[in-house]
C-alpha cells in the first residue's frame, strides 16, 4: 500500500527545513559534508539551470537522509483513503502560521490534498505530528463516505450572520471529534480535552446541561458521526422561535435580536397599539426587539 502514495514537496519547503536542521547538527560529519557538497555545486562550471536542479537535487537528497520524508509518509500512512488511485498529498511551504492548513482540491481526474507547513515546524516533529495527524483526519472525513461530507451544505441560518455563528460552532464540533478519535488511538493532539470542553460550554451556553453532556458523550464515545449530525448541533433552535417564547427572532422585523422588550406596562400601550394596527394578532408576550419598539414609538408621534 505505501507504495502507492504520490507525495510530493515544494523544493523551498525542502531547502529550509534542511537548512535548518544541518545548523543544529555543528561538530557532526554530516555537517560538514553537507557544506563541503555545496561548495562543489558552486564551484562548477555549469550553466544556471543546471545549478539549479542540481542544488534541487542536492536537497532533495539530504532531505531523505534526515529522515524527513520518511516522517510523512510513515503518518500517511495510517489514513487509507490517501492511498486511493487519482490522489495525490502536497506539501508546501507558508510564511505565516494563518497559512498552515490542509485543503482538499478536487478536479475531475485528481484529487489534491495541500499541506501548508511552515518551514521551522520540522524543528519540533512531536507538534507537527499533531497538526498533521489532525488535519488529515479531517481530509479523511472529506474523501471517505461514512461522514457524509458535502462542500456546500445547507447551514440553515436565516442570513450571513446566523450562518458564519453556525459555520464557527460546526468547526468546533468536527474538531473536537477529530480529536478525540485520535486521542482513542493514543495520539497526542494539540488542544487538550479540557481547553475544547471550556470552549465548547462556552459556545453553546443556549444549550441545557444534559444537551450539552449528551454531545460531549457521543464525541467522546467516537460515535459514528456524520457531517450532518455536527451541523444539526451547530444550529440554534433560538433562531427559529421569537423572543417571546425564549428564541431570538423578533416576531415584526424578523431579525435576530439578542435583546427584548421585557415590560409592557401603561406606559407602553399606545406602542402596543400602534404595533396592533399592522399585526392585529401579536401580542405584547410574543415580545419585541428594541427596533421594532423605537420605530412604532416614532410613528406615534408623527401622527401628533
Not at 502536497?90 to 485528481?110: D, I, S, T
Not at 458521526?225 to 421569537?242: C, E, H, P, Y
Request: hydrophobic letters at 35%; proline letters at 4%; glycine letters at 6%.
Amino acid at each position: 500500500m505505501k507504495n502507492f502514495l504520490q507525495i510530493n514537496f515544494d523544493p523551498t519547503f525542502i531547502e529550509e527545513t534542511v537548512f535548518l536542521l544541518i545548523r543544529t547538527k555543528q561538530g557532526d560529519n554530516l555537517y560538514k559534508n553537507f557544506f563541503d557538497e555545496k561548495d562543489t555545486i558552486y564551484q562548477q562550471d555549469t550553466s544556471g539551470d543546471e545549478r539549479d536542479n542540481a542544488f534541487k537535487q542536492f536537497y532533495k537528497g539530504y532531505f531523505f537522509s534526515l529522515g524527513l520524508e520518511d516522517f510523512f509518509r510513515n503518518i500517511c500512512q495510517d489514513f487509507p483513503h490517501l492511498y486511493t488511485p487519482g490522489i495525490r498529498v502536497v506539501v508546501k511551504r507558508v510564511w505565516n502560521r494563518k497559512q498552515e492548513e490542509a485543503e482538499l482540491y478536487v478536479q475531475p481526474h485528481q484529487k489534491t490534498v495541500y499541506l501548508g507547513i511552515l518551514a521551522h515546524r520540522m524543528m519540533d516533529l512531536t507538534f507537527l505530528e499533531s497538526f498533521l495527524r489532525h488535519e488529515l483526519m479531517r481530509i479523511s472525513d472529506m474523501l471517505g463516505s461514512d461522514f457524509q461530507y458535502s462542500p456546500h451544505p445547507v447551514l440553515g441560518g436565516k442570513n450571513e450572520i446566523e450562518n458564519s455563528l453556525i459555520r464557527e460552532r460546526f468547526r468546533l464540533l468536527w474538531d473536537f471529534y477529530i480529536d478525540a478519535r485520535l486521542r482513542g488511538k493514543g495520539f497526542k493532539t494539540i488542544r487538550a480535552y479540557e481547553e475544547q470542553k471550556k470552549e465548547f460550554e462556552r459556545k453553546f451556553f443556549f444549550l441545557a446541561p444534559l444537551e450539552r453532556e449528551e454531545i460531549l458523550r457521543k464525541i467522546q464515545g467516537r460515535e459514528s458521526l456524520t457531517q450532518m449530525d455536527l451541523l444539526n448541533w451547530a444550529g440554534d433552535f433560538r433562531s427559529i422561535k421569537v423572543l417571546g417564547e425564549g428564541g431570538l427572532r423578533c416576531p415584526l422585523c424578523d431579525f435576530t435580536s439578542f435583546n427584548s422588550i421585557k415590560r409592557w406596562g401603561a406606559e407602553t400601550l399606545p406602542v402596543v397599539r400602534e404595533i396592533q394596527k399592522d399585526y392585529p394578532h401579536w401580542e405584547p408576550s410574543q415580545g419585541a426587539c428594541p427596533q421594532c419598539f423605537d420605530l412604532y414609538g416614532l410613528q406615534i408621534k408623527a401622527e401628533v
